[in-house]
């Protein structure tokens, strides 16, 4: 299970500043929000705002581009995940990404995909594989799906069910937060529904950052939400003020349809 904190009501992130960069392309420009611990924060706006480039950020997962870089500070935790002793790799163990395409590994069983990122960092320890498997399935709400077919391939799965077991693989390694970029873009209503739900029940241990094109879904699924606009964040606040009464024109414009 994650980490326990005992500042309750200090942010899980802090984003002072937050610039990047895709080469001479500035992609986010000066972003500065408290991203709450064991809550869902939803991140909107129109293609290209910057929201993907926002939560990779989070983990460092943007320097991994060729020429892409960023500036100013994250703190996790309060420490500045950007300092040179935070090695990227253990970040990202406490961090982790579920992407907008559902990647299991296609070569590797339903198991060996929740069990992957154990195994690849030398963690998995002697006797424990079988309580992880089935906890991480439980607690992606795929285990009474895929019980009875843990040695077939993780792309044998429909995609609602592949998604879930990308989640199940990133929960396996422990993080303290989610970053979940589109989840839902490629699953039909009735996935989709179930990804909802789960996110839902994340919260309750995990922070949960998500980026969606679906303002319903951000209204569905979060607690607070963060409107870009090219590069820059015009507005947070509480989702149910956000969407009833927003303080800024240009948010009134996008989540009225009037651009986006």
């Known amino acids: 299970m994650p980490t326990s904190d005992s500042e309750t009501g200090a ?19 000066d972003i500065t929000l408290d991203i709450p611990r064991n809550q869902v924060t939803a991140v909107i706006g129109p293609s ?3 929201k993907s480039t926002f939560i990779r950020c989070l983990n460092r997962m943007h320097e991994l581009v060729l020429g892409a870089r960023a500036a100013g500070a994250v703190e996790l935790d309060g420490e500045d995940i950007f300092d040179e002793s935070v090695d990227p790799v253990l970040l990202r ?10 990647n299991p ?16 960092s030398g ?5 424990k594989a079988d309580e992880i498997v089935e906890q991480s399935l439980r607690q992606a709400a795929l285990w009474d799906e895929v019980a009875d077919r843990l040695d077939r391939p993780g792309a044998s799965l429909s995609g609602g069910q592949q998604q879930r077991l990308c989640i199940a693989r990133a929960l396996a390694v422990e993080p303290e937060a989610i970053l979940m970029d589109e989840p839902c873009s490629a699953l039909d209503p009735i996935a989709t529904a179930r ?18 094109h679906n303002m319903q879904q951000a209204t569905r699924v979060s607690d607070r939400t ?6 820059a964040l015009i507005e947070y606040a509480d989702t149910d003020e956000l969407f009833t009464a927003p ?6 414009d996008y989540i009225t349809g009037k651009f986006g």
């Open 11 to 29: 942010p899980k992130f802090r984003a002072r500043s937050l610039s990047a960069w895709f080469g001479q392309h500035k992609v986010l420009d």
């Open 93 to 102: 163990r406490r961090v982790g990404m579920v992407f907008q395409k559902p």
């Open 226 to 231: 963060a409107f870009f606009l090219q590069g």
């Open 247 to 252: 303080h800024q024109q240009q948010t009134e």
């Open 123 to 127: 963690r998995l320890a002697r006797g």
């Open 48 to 50: 290209g705002c910057g």
């Open 105 to 120: 590994f296609p070569m590797m069983s339903v198991r060996d995909n929740v069990l992957a990122g154990l195994q690849l």
């Open 195 to 212: 990804i909802e739900d789960l996110i839902h029940t994340l919260s309750d241990d995990y922070t949960v950052v998500v980026v969606t």
